[in-house]
């Protein structure tokens, strides 16, 4: 079932960052990642702690049982929804450094190079990787929006269009760093991963569970690149290079 083999892609990334070789490509991302997701939790649930004293204040002594009550909803929400966007704006930061250790588990994987740049080819390639992390932000904004929307007004529906949706967008993420090394465009890697959904959303699935688990979430970024790099190995590298 292709939705299980995309978790177990997923989870493959664990035993490839530690992998000799592999080590010191992982150590900026995760770097990075510790540093600006943990930082900015602690000061989202800091503002969220503040917010709901503020609202409890307001409340009449008889409604005060509501804290209860919105703080599970809030926290899921903030977990699953603040983690989407905030992946997204984190690869705008870590997109060279994931695109490398992309590049070298393909290499790991295949002992075969994607190509002979060195590290001034390297360093022109920023502002492409970049580009493409912009186009990936543009993509995501107004469906995030739309999808939002629908989550607080479609009871039960629009939770599950959220969660679907939330699935798809880390898969785009993570999987995106391989094809982007190969120059597949933006359009036909959207493509590729529609023609084999399940692997999709299944990977998608396994990144949200562990984005919304405190800590075990500082070490998900290099981890998916990992496991969304082995799947691309796997599953569509053949279409764009012989061997």
């Known amino acids: 079932m292709q939705i299980i083999q995309g978790m177990e892609y997923f989870f493959s990334g664990f035993k490839l960052i530690s992998q000799k070789g592999l080590k010191r490509f992982v150590l900026i991302p995760l770097l990075l990642n510790i540093l600006l997701f943990g930082s900015?939790?602690?000061?989202?649930?800091?503002?969220?702690?503040?917010?709901?004293?503020?609202?409890?204040?307001?409340?009449?002594?008889?409604?005060?049982?509501?804290?209860?009550?919105?703080w599970p909803i809030a926290v899921l929400v903030v977990l699953?929804?603040?983690?989407m966007l905030f992946t997204v704006i984190t690869n705008f930061i870590a997109a060279p450094f994931n695109g490398?250790?992309?590049?070298?588990?393909?290499?790991?994987l295949t002992g075969?190079?994607?190509?002979?740049?060195?590290?001034a080819d390297?360093?022109?390639?920023?502002?492409?990787?970049?580009?493409r992390e912009w186009t990936k932000l543009c993509y995501y904004l107004p469906r995030a929006i739309g999808f939002f929307i629908l989550l607080w007004i479609l009871p039960v529906i629009g939770q599950v269009l959220w969660v679907l949706f939330t699935c798809w967008m880390y898969a785009v993420?993570?999987?995106?760093?391989?094809?982007?090394?190969?120059?597949?465009?933006?359009?036909?890697?959207?493509?590729?991963?529609?023609?084999?959904?399940?692997?999709?959303?299944?990977?998608g699935f396994a990144v949200m569970l562990l984005t919304a688990i405190p800590?075990?979430?500082l070490i998900v970024m290099p981890v998916a690149v990992?496991?969304?790099?082995?799947?691309?190995?796997?599953n569509y590298r053949s279409k764009y290079r012989a061997g």
Request: a negative charge; charged letters at 25%; proline letters at 2%.
């Open 40 to 70: 900015s939790l602690f000061f989202l649930f800091g503002w969220l702690s503040d917010s709901f004293n503020y609202i409890n204040n307001m409340l009449p002594e008889w409604l005060s049982w509501l804290e209860w009550l919105m």
């Open 226 to 234: 990992c496991g969304a790099t082995r799947l691309w190995v796997d």
């Open 122 to 131: 390297l360093v022109k390639d920023i502002p492409r990787m970049v580009g």
């Open 80 to 83: 699953f929804s603040y983690s």
């Open 215 to 217: 800590f075990v979430n």
């Open 173 to 203: 993420q993570y999987k995106d760093f391989a094809f982007d090394n190969h120059k597949v465009g933006f359009k036909q890697m959207k493509d590729d991963l529609k023609s084999k959904q399940g692997l999709s959303y299944g990977f």
């Open 100 to 108: 490398l250790l992309s590049e070298k588990v393909e290499l790991y």
């Open 112 to 119: 075969q190079k994607i190509n002979d740049d060195g590290f």
